[in-house]
């Protein structure tokens, strides 16, 4: 595939190699992605998005290294970031080639989980905010993981789907009073305290690699 050539040249200056070729493979749902091949014979995944918002690769890049310290699943190593100025904002990934799952690949991958969420954390909040899709996410810290819930996850996406009028006014009265109820429904899950959450896990999020393990 052809790609924008100031992101070629960013991504260029930032490996020290030239990229001979690429060829288009999944990104996510707002960005595209490709794999890179090298002069070296080095091969990289590639991201990029012409309309991110600032500071999404970054914030990524950074959920990638967290989730890669824990050493419970296999993470791709993040390689470089560029901040979108005179180019698309993109992210640069170790490429992890595909493979077929071997019979205790789902059971490695629930083990991989289970043992990333037991992963400590200082408080129910993160360093810095992250995204959805496009849309920012507020990381401050709060008191519980259900005013965290409530505060940084539910209310938000709640009032943006009422201002574009996504729900009738009985339903919107219905969700906004589960919304406030949400520390108490969360009390229990508390008392073990804050862990590392890797976000959504479906199939867009799981990867199976070409030794079969779970990425």
């Not at 924008?4 to 690429?22: H, K, M, Q």
């Not at 590639?46 to 989730?67: C, I, M, Q, T, V």
């Amino acid at each position: 595939m052809r790609l924008p050539a100031p992101l070629v040249d960013e991504v260029e200056a930032a490996l020290g190699t030239r990229v001979r070729g690429s060829e288009s493979i999944g990104g996510d749902c707002i960005s595209s992605g490709a794999r890179l091949d090298t002069e070296r014979g080095e091969r990289f995944f590639l991201k990029w998005n012409p309309a991110s918002p600032r500071g999404l690769f970054e914030a990524e890049a950074d959920g990638l290294a967290a989730l890669a310290a824990a050493r419970a699943l296999r993470v791709p190593e993040v390689v470089a970031v560029g901040s979108g100025a005179g180019a698309p904002a993109w992210l640069l990934l170790e490429y992890v080639a595909p493979g077929r799952p071997g019979p205790d690949y789902a059971e490695a991958l629930g083990e991989g989980l289970v043992a990333l969420h037991r992963v400590a954390h200082g408080g129910w909040g993160w360093e810095r905010d992250n995204f959805i899709g496009s849309l920012r996410q507020n990381n401050l810290p709060r008191p519980t993981w259900g005013t965290f819930w409530r505060d940084a996850r539910l209310a938000p996406q709640l009032e943006r789907a009422l201002e574009r009028g996504h729900f009738r006014a009985r339903s919107a009265g219905d969700l906004e009073r589960v919304v406030e109820r949400t520390p108490e429904l969360l009390a229990d899950v508390e008392r073990e305290g804050p862990s590392l959450l890797h976000g959504i896990s479906g199939a867009g999020t799981s990867f199976r690699t070409r030794r079969a393990d779970p990425s």
